[in-house]
């Protein structure tokens, strides 16, 4: 009898222990997905925090833009032509905001060559940043380039590239219009990744045609004008625009002239700039480019600014 009393109570205190080992699997595991929702949450939280702190960068670089005197006509090492006030890196509690204007119109507008006044440029800008491109190469590229922009290219110059890309894994077709994204560059033919990384600094897709602004271009950009510039000639450049650019196109004409660079070449100032905010709290980090284009009406004598486009974590 009291063996089976025994036998009784142990099977109640295994029942016991399993059930309460269930009840600690199942709280262990409620623990974790509250803990897995709190940090999820929090994770929305700051991303939104930080999405809202670049709004005053963006407004700051309008106001930039808008004002009438402003000309932007130098820039730092960095392509940058202004910079958003330490003063007001604070504004928002909690939250590191560092904020840059870039002149795009430093660089090269990779649909310039849907036209054919830009396409020594582009040959001389892949000659100057990989020496080992050499003439066949860059001709293809450059071919394969404009064929990518071409909306009316006859099937049969456009047919020349399109088995090279639908070799591709995956297999792709040529888009045939101009470049809605710099990024686009890497899968035209001949463009490898090196390439890619060397030209990135120089290059960008603008949605018409533009000049080059000889006031903040690159010594690089600056040598591919006209038929191609030494470094001497380039310099002849970057000494008559000194440290703040030219104002007047009359005042750097005769020097145009003697360089052999065409006026509808250049500009003095330009109207596609990259807004560029970038936000961190804790260990999370917020890149935000905004593409702004700059319209001046000069009979009204107003400026007009108006945003294009926006990336994250993406550059435009």
Not at 72 to 100: E, N, S
Not at 114 to 140: C, E, M, P, W, Y
Request: aromatic share 8%; glycine share 6%; charged share 20%.
């Amino acid at each position: 009898m009291q063996n089976k009393h025994l036998k009784h109570c142990g099977s109640a205190l295994i029942t016991a222990l399993f059930i309460m080992t269930i009840v600690a699997i199942a709280a262990t595991a409620m623990a974790a997905r509250l803990q897995l929702d709190i940090y999820r949450t929090g994770m929305i939280f700051n991303r939104d925090k930080l999405y809202l702190a670049a709004e005053p960068i963006t407004g700051w670089a309008m106001r930039q833009l808008s004002a009438k005197k402003l000309l932007f006509t130098a820039q730092d090492t960095a392509g940058t032509v202004a910079y958003f006030p330490d003063t007001l890196a604070t504004i928002y509690p909690g939250v590191t905001i560092q904020g840059r204007l870039i002149d795009l119109q430093a660089r090269f507008n990779l649909n310039n060559l849907n036209g054919k006044s830009f396409r020594f440029f582009f040959d001389a800008l892949i000659a100057l940043v990989s020496k080992n491109t050499d003439d066949t190469q860059r001709h293809l590229i450059l071919e394969a380039t404009s064929a990518w922009i071409h909306a009316d290219l006859p099937e049969q110059e456009q047919s020349l590239h399109l088995d090279a890309y639908l070799k591709q894994t995956p297999p792709y077709y040529p888009a045939a219009q101009p470049m809605a994204d710099v990024s686009e560059l890497r899968l035209i033919q001949g463009v490898n990744a090196a390439l890619y990384r060397a030209l990135r600094p120089y290059v960008t897709a603008l949605p018409e045609p533009t000049p080059i602004n000889i006031n903040t271009a690159t010594l690089t950009v600056l040598r591919c004008l006209g038929q191609g510039l030494d470094a001497s000639q380039a310099h002849e450049l970057l000494e008559a625009r000194g440290t703040k650019g030219v104002f007047e196109m009359a005042g750097i004409t005769p020097l145009l002239q003697k360089l052999a660079i065409p006026n509808g070449q250049v500009t003095l100032e330009s109207q596609y700039f990259l807004s560029q905010a970038t936000l961190s709290i804790n260990d999370m980090h917020l890149t935000i480019y905004t593409l702004l284009k700059r319209e001046k009406d000069q009979k009204k004598g107003t400026v007009r600014v108006m945003i294009l486009g926006e990336r994250v974590n993406t550059d435009l």
